[in-house]
Nanobody, 119 residues
Framework: QVQLVESGGGLAQAGGSLRLSCAAS????????MGWYRQAPGKEREFVAS????????YYADSAKGRFTISRDNAKNTIYLQMNSLKPEDTAVYYC????????????WGQGTQVTVSS
């Protein structure tokens, strides 16, 4: 099993920045990809960004490109999501996720951290 714990959420003004962290513990050797998803009130959970654990290849949703940066620190078993130029529509609960393979389904999820962007 893998446990994921997010931190770093909070309140920011439009145009501001926040950095989210996600620390993985447990059988982290199983992890192939980690990513971030978000869910706004009344909306479905959506993909934000992902990073492969070994090669560090990154992928972004169109809404995140140019504003968000995902990175990893393998020594700390931690990934980060640097969010710049925040918009009110970025307001959501952000979830960290991890998967054992390269398929679509994520196997492990964190509890989520709230990000609120005021206009």
């Amino acid at each position: 099993q893998v446990q994921l714990v997010e931190s770093g959420g909070g309140l920011a003004q439009a145009g501001g920045s926040l950095r989210l962290s996600c620390a993985a513990s447990g059988r982290t050797s199983n992890i192939a990809v980690m990513g971030w998803y978000r869910q706004a009130p009344g909306k479905e959970r959506e993909f934000v960004a992902s990073i492969t654990w070994s090669g560090g290849s990154t992928y972004y949703a169109d809404s995140a490109k140019g504003r968000f940066t995902i990175s990893r620190d393998n020594a700390k078993n931690t990934i980060y999501l640097q969010m710049n130029s925040l918009k009110p529509e970025d307001t959501a609960v952000y979830y960290c996720a991890a998967k054992r393979g390269l398929g679509r389904v994520y196997d492990y999820w964190g509890q989520g951290t709230q990000v609120t962007v005021s206009s």
